[in-house]
């Protein structure tokens, strides 16, 4: 993804991750993914120990740009005192968790989507009846629903049903998603939404038929096969900023 100069008094590094991280706000949009003023991606400013980059509270995803976003610490204050928005807790408290104890965790993505949150209510979660859902087998954490994230006695109980896992399905409420990188964030979600709508759809139907455990461990081995070039994501989410800077390039600002 081409990125304008850094602006005046701020690094290129920073300025990068803000384009990238807008543009990610811009798909979402676009794709449908938001919910009004809530949800959040957070990800990690390279090369700045402790800066993170949030959504401006009060901004639909759409309205998102590269200036506009709130840079803060790992506690949630705000560390760019000119940026008139603010900070929801219940949205960086739970991202923070995660952030500061998983040194993968440089993206989190947790979203409200009405596929993931019916995935996340029903009884045994995610079946492995679909292309996508059988890249998750096997692969996901469930953290049973506590209320609003917004209390930090939560988080043993987060971070334990994470585990080795990168994403979590909070139950009754909606999924986690964790990336080493924005794009591979990205991609993970996209794959989990699809697999979220498509068993929507063919449980609507009634009975699925389940792949097996055999079937699936053939398919995780071999999806490296199918990869794109650049890294885990890059392309895909660069396909989908081309079709975002048809709608709109006022992101990049």
């Known amino acids: 993804?081409?990125?304008?100069?850094?602006?005046?008094?701020?690094?290129?590094?920073?300025?990068?991750?803000?384009?990238?991280?807008?543009?990610?706000?811009?798909?979402?949009?676009?794709?449908?993914?938001?919910?009004?003023?809530?949800?959040?991606?957070?990800?990690?400013?390279?090369?700045?120990?402790g800066a993170f980059l949030i959504n401006p509270y009060g901004m639909h995803f759409s309205e998102v740009t590269a200036s506009s976003l709130v840079k803060i610490d790992i506690d949630g204050n705000k560390l760019d005192a000119d940026n008139p928005w603010a900070v929801n807790r219940a949205g960086f408290v739970q991202h923070a968790l995660f952030h500061r104890h998983l040194t993968h965790a440089h993206a989190i993505i947790h979203t409200h989507t009405t596929a993931t949150m019916a995935v996340c209510a029903l009884e045994g979660g995610l079946l492995p009846i679909n292309f996508y859902a059988c890249n998750f087998a096997g692969q996901i954490g469930y953290h049973d629903f506590e209320g609003v994230?917004?209390?930090d006695e939560e988080g043993p109980n987060l971070l334990r049903n994470l585990g080795d896992k990168t994403v979590l399905m909070l139950r009754n409420h909606g999924p986690v998603v964790i990336g080493r990188t924005l794009p591979e964030a990205f991609q993970k979600y996209w794959a989990l939404q699809r697999a979220c709508e498509i068993q929507v759809a063919t449980l609507s139907m009634g009975q699925a038929i389940h792949v097996t455990e055999e079937v699936v461990a053939v398919h995780q081995r071999d999806l490296s096969q199918t990869a794109p070039p650049g890294g885990p994501g890059v392309a895909e989410l660069a396909a989908m900023v081309r079709r975002v800077d048809r709608i709109d390039r006022g992101w990049r600002d």
């Not at 690094?11 to 938001?34: H, I, K, N, P």
Request: charged content about 25%; overall charge negative; proline content about 4%.
């Open 149 to 151: 994230t917004v209390r």
């Open 1 to 49: 993804m081409a990125t304008a100069p850094a602006k005046q008094g701020m690094s290129e590094a920073e300025w990068t991750a803000r384009q990238e991280l807008a543009s990610c706000y811009r798909v979402f949009a676009m794709m449908g993914w938001d919910e009004m003023i809530y949800n959040h991606i957070t990800v990690k400013l390279p090369g700045e120990e």
